[in-house]
């Protein structure tokens, strides 16, 4: 939607369903990434965001959001970390690491691998609704989403070339004069 986000654009949503339980939704981009294998592992994670209950359905029960990752073919989700009002507030997930994240689908591992031979990771968010008997519709807003990863560099080919060039140059002066001394 163009406007009444926090402020400006923001992304809405509405589900509208005859059946009740919870229905989990989630959103993410491709071209909001990280690949550890070749960025370095991610040590921790961070995800802020703004949200809102827009649903004016007096038998609607309430919206839960969360953060959600997608790593090469299965999702991955956080606890739900909020349940917005019916009007902006605004949502920090704290410092989480991957064993906060569990998996909702797919092959992969129970949680998603964070190290240097972890895959690509996409990011995004979810959400879940809980529907009364007989259903009901919802809709709700997300805007201001973001991500901070506190990683650990992978060194570059070339400086994984000159340590080990450094090495090789002190273990050729150490024998060059263990040598020397036996004579």
């Given at each position: 939607?163009?406007?009444?986000?926090?402020?400006?654009?923001y992304r809405n949503a509405t589900i509208d369903t005859?059946?009740?339980?919870?229905?989990?939704?989630?959103?993410?981009?491709?071209?909001?990434?990280?690949?550890?294998?070749?960025?370095?592992?991610?040590?921790?994670?961070?995800?802020?965001?703004?949200?809102?209950?827009?649903?004016?359905?007096?038998?609607?029960?309430?919206?839960?959001?969360?953060?959600?990752?997608?790593?090469?073919?299965?999702?991955?989700?956080?606890?739900?970390?909020?349940?917005?009002?019916?009007?902006?507030?605004?949502?920090?997930?704290?410092?989480?690491?991957?064993?906060?994240?569990?998996?909702?689908?797919?092959?992969?591992?129970?949680?998603?691998?964070?190290?240097?031979?972890?895959?690509?990771?996409?990011?995004?968010?979810?959400?879940?609704?809980?529907?009364?008997?007989?259903?009901?519709?919802?809709?709700?807003?997300?805007?201001?989403?973001?991500?901070?990863?506190?990683?650990?560099?992978?060194?570059?080919?070339?400086?994984?070339?000159?340590?080990?060039?450094?090495?090789?140059?002190?273990?050729?002066?150490?024998?060059?004069?263990?040598?020397?001394?036996?004579?």
């Amino acid at each position: 939607v163009s406007t009444g986000g926090n402020p400006g654009a923001y992304r809405n949503a509405t589900i509208d369903t005859g059946s009740s339980g919870v229905i989990r939704v989630g959103h993410y981009r491709t071209d909001f990434s990280y690949n550890p294998s070749v960025s370095g592992a991610i040590d921790s994670y961070r995800g802020t965001f703004d949200a809102i209950n827009i649903d004016s359905n007096p038998i609607f029960v309430g919206w839960q959001f969360g953060m959600l990752l997608r790593q090469d073919s299965s999702f991955y989700i956080t606890g739900p970390i909020n349940n917005p009002s019916s009007s902006w507030n605004s949502n920090d997930t704290g410092t989480i690491t991957s064993t906060d994240f569990n998996k909702i689908s797919g092959a992969g591992p129970m949680n998603p691998d964070f190290t240097i031979t972890g895959g690509n990771i996409d990011f995004g968010y979810m959400f879940d609704i809980l529907l009364p008997s007989g259903g009901a519709e919802a809709t709700g807003g997300f805007d201001n989403f973001n991500v901070t990863l506190n990683t650990t560099a992978v060194p570059e080919p070339s400086s994984l070339l000159a340590m080990m060039s450094l090495v090789g140059i002190g273990m050729g002066a150490y024998r060059f004069r263990r040598r020397q001394n036996r004579k």
